[in-house]
């Protein structure tokens, strides 16, 4: 077990003084991104109480097979100070080394972590709060879009759907409270939504300044879906060039920006730029003139929380997940981000690029 508390030493444990503490379950995590999101939130937490708060993280899962948060990301994206104590690799959840423990806190990615919360009730013989942290275009979706999403990666029925079913139920019955960065307008017949502020300050204070912005350039954030079996690798060079194509004729160059969860070297013909932290906290890509990509929640971000330039696109083969994204989710983009086109199109994506650079 490491324990952190402001900046101490390695291996250094810093006990919490003050006598009524907070202790939070940190569980989910699957990207850095997820850890922006608990690092705002522990922001919150600390500045609306004087108690002293001790975190347990429990450690991130992988996706696709791949594990995309690395010990860096933890010390950079979650707080320290006096009354902070984070401790990683913890086995007994709900453990803690300082008495007058005042509450306990879940704080679930996503939706409540139903073991994570039948442990800490076991152990604590009590319900705790639940905080829902975002996760991405995934909290806006429903039981269906997440039965969906299982499939893709692998899931094999009835275990989705059981799955989503038993997610959606814990996420109605067990959730205090949601600390998610969009939420509705107060006119809901309107269908816009808006970044909540104290959410979004996590993007900016996080945002890496070890990148060297290059002017003249359009990042494409590319997604996984030559592993999840969407699109062929050739298939999806040849989008890559009709994307090219169309930047060169507004006078930008394309730029890869690869998910994590990608395999490496596919992009070796392109500028490929580097994926160490997430797209919306690299001013490589926060700062470029434009990005581009198919529907993502970095895209999402970096459009709505950066104000970036941006447009979507999208392949035949992908045009099936358009349809079948809910109702919030379809809003939610659409507030942000202007409709998709197919680079294959005559002349579309060149409108949309030009559009999008005000030209």
């Given amino acids: 077990m490491a324990t952190h508390a402001g900046r101490s030493a390695p291996g250094g444990v810093s006990r919490v003084s003050n006598p009524s503490v907070l202790h939070v379950t940190l569980a989910g995590v699957r990207s850095a991104t997820h850890l922006v999101h608990a690092g705002s939130f522990l922001r919150h937490l600390l500045s609306e109480t004087s108690d002293d708060v001790v975190v347990d993280y429990l450690g991130s899962g992988q996706f ?9 990301h933890v010390e950079a994206f979650l707080p320290v100070g006096p009354r902070l104590q984070l401790r990683s690799g913890t086995t007994e959840i709900g453990a803690s080394q300082a008495g007058g423990v005042r509450q306990h806190l879940l704080l679930s990615v996503g939706a409540p972590g139903i073991k ?29 879009t997440r039965r969906d999403a ?21 996420a109605d019955l067990l959730t205090d409270q949601r600390w998610a960065l969009y939420e509705r307008e107060q006119e809901r017949d309107r269908g816009t939504w808006r970044v909540v502020p104290e959410v979004a300050a996590g993007f900016t204070e996080a945002l890496s300044s070890d990148s060297t912005v290059a002017s003249g350039q359009a990042v494409y954030l590319t ?44 992009y070796a013909a392109w500028r490929e730029l580097p994926r160490e932290v997430p797209a919306e906290l690299d001013p490589a890509v926060v700062g470029a003139p434009l990005v581009l990509g198919t529907d993502s929640t970095a895209l999402l971000n970096l459009a709505a929380v950066h104000g970036r330039p941006a447009v979507r696109v999208t392949l035949r083969s992908l045009e099936h997940l358009e349809r079948a994204l809910s109702r919030d989710q379809r809003e939610l983009l659409d507030t942000f981000l202007p409709a998709p086109v197919r680079p294959d199109a005559a002349g579309d994506l060149e409108a949309a690029l030009a559009r999008a650079l005000g030209a």
């Fill in 150 to 170: 299982w499939r893709r990666q692998g899931g094999r029925e009835p275990w989705p759907t059981v799955r989503s079913w038993a997610v959606s139920g814990a």
């Fill in 223 to 266: 997604q996984p879906w030559v592993e999840l079996g969407l699109v062929s690798e050739a298939d999806f060079g040849q989008h890559l060039a009709e994307v090219a194509r169309a930047c060169s004729v507004v006078g930008l160059e394309l730029a890869i920006r690869p998910h994590p969860a990608e395999e490496g070297g596919r």
């Fill in 64 to 72: 696709l097979g791949r594990d995309n948060v690395r010990p860096e």
């Fill in 116 to 144: 994570p919360w039948l442990r800490l009730v076991s152990r604590i013989r009590r319900r705790p709060r639940v905080v829902v942290l975002d996760e991405g275009i995934g909290t806006y979706g429903d039981w269906r």
